[in-house]
């Protein structure tokens, strides 16, 4: 119930500017609208993109960020659209419309500044598939950070010493992964050959998105599992689990930039960008985040990362992104994996993983 009733604000706004069009429209339409009723209608869509946003992100969390966005405008301009042309026309309709436009682009990154000032909400992320792995019982190797270019360093020999095993990924696989057609390397297209084999002999594998990796519905069916954000789950494990990203809550920096990296119109302009720059864009977006914000990258957040797990209230709460091994409560930061370090979840215990051998049991 609650769902449907956060549609009740952008509805009920909507409905208020087509009765002031209206009462508009029994006068002379001839004459413009005056300013103060043009920032009126400017206020209402800011605050009509604003709930709607709000009402979408809490309706289903199976919708990535930019594609909300585009939902959003569609639906809030096809309205308005229908509104002008075949309801009520005025004589300045046209600047009535750009009004709209700038008003629901306000409002849609005005749905963005909890996020931007730290928000760790879990309906700013998404997920898709299924988070049930059909054998609880079995290994789970937990991998983050690995940052992998050409080679997959400790894959293939992880997956034959720990061949029943099920795989969790935490982000950053590659230095830069943009999921969209002409970003794709040599490497990432091996890397989804390896998933699918493994799938088709009956083991899951999910992929948790981290801060180097962009615009995935094109590979949702690739994987078992997709998500970003905070609290990921497994459907019956004692653990929740993120990237890490999100942790640090001061981080406003990164915070404005995830938010900015993933929005609608940097995806167009992803999608406008020939294929043959693809790569090579990849390229300088990996040695500009090498250079990038590197105090919250060198700084473990202790504080805010307690803060996560108390947040949490799960039995055990897991994160990758500070390439750090930290052990602190109920919470476990794995290290960074670009050498082959792994975790290993089985019978209800962590260990430390690397390769062919297991070499450490944690405190769990």
């Known amino acids: 119930m609650t769902r449907w009733l956060s549609w009740f604000p ?18 002379d339409v001839s004459v413009p609208y005056p300013l103060a009723h043009r920032l009126v209608a400017l206020f209402v869509f800011i605050m ?24 959003i405008f569609g639906l809030i301009l096809l309205v308005v659209s229908i509104k002008d042309w075949y309801v009520c026309q ?25 996020l931007i000032f730290g928000s760790r909400h879990p309906s700013f992320g998404w997920r898709y598939g299924t988070n049930k792995r059909p054998d609880a019982t079995r290994p789970l190797i937990i991998v983050a950070d690995p940052h992998w270019r050409n080679n997959l360093t400790g894959l293939q020999e992880a997956s034959y010493a720990m061949p029943d095993a099920d795989w969790l990924f935490l982000g950053d696989v590659f230095d830069v992964w943009v999921g969209i057609k002409g970003f794709e390397t040599d ?11 493994r799938r088709r002999t009956g083991h899951w594998v999910g992929l948790w998105l981290g801060n180097r990796d962009y615009f995935f519905d094109g590979m949702l069916s690739k994987f078992d599992f ?22 640090n809550t001061l981080d406003r920096q990164y915070r404005f930039w995830s938010f900015l990296s993933r929005s609608a119109p940097v995806w167009v302009i992803a999608n406008l960008i020939p294929s043959c720059f693809g ?11 090498q250079s990038t914000n590197k105090g919250n990258k060198t ?24 390439h750090t091994h930290e052990e602190t409560d109920k919470g476990i930061s794995i290290p960074w994996a670009h050498e082959g370090k792994f975790l290993l979840w089985h019978d209800g215990k962590f260990r430390a993983y690397c390769a062919e051998k297991t070499v450490d049991t944690l405190t769990y």
């Not at 009509?48 to 199976?62: E, G, K, P, Q």
């Not at 008003?103 to 005005?110: M, S, T």
């Not at 970003?228 to 929740?240: A, D, I, S």
């Open 299 to 322: 700084n473990f957040p202790t504080n805010e990362f307690q803060r996560a797990i108390y947040d949490s209230k799960a039995e055990f709460f897991i994160s990758g992104h500070f």
């Open 90 to 114: 005025t004589a300045d309709q046209i600047y009535t419309w750009w009004m709209c436009v700038a008003g629901i682009a306000i409002g849609l990154f005005a749905s963005g500044l909890p």
């Open 10 to 27: 952008p509805v009920a706004m909507l409905v208020f500017i087509l009765l002031l069009d209206l009462h508009r429209n029994q006068q």
């Open 48 to 71: 009509v993109s604003f709930t709607a946003d709000y009402a979408l992100r809490v309706s289903t969390d199976r919708i990535q960020p930019y594609l909300r966005q585009f939902t």
């Open 279 to 289: 790569t090579k864009l990849t390229a300088f977006l990996e040695r500009k985040l």
């Open 187 to 197: 490497a990432q297209r091996n890397f989804i050959w390896w998933v699918s084999e």
């Open 226 to 247: 997709v998500g970003e954000g905070t609290e990921g789950k497994l459907q019956g494990e004692p653990f929740v689990f993120e990237h890490g990203d999100l942790i």
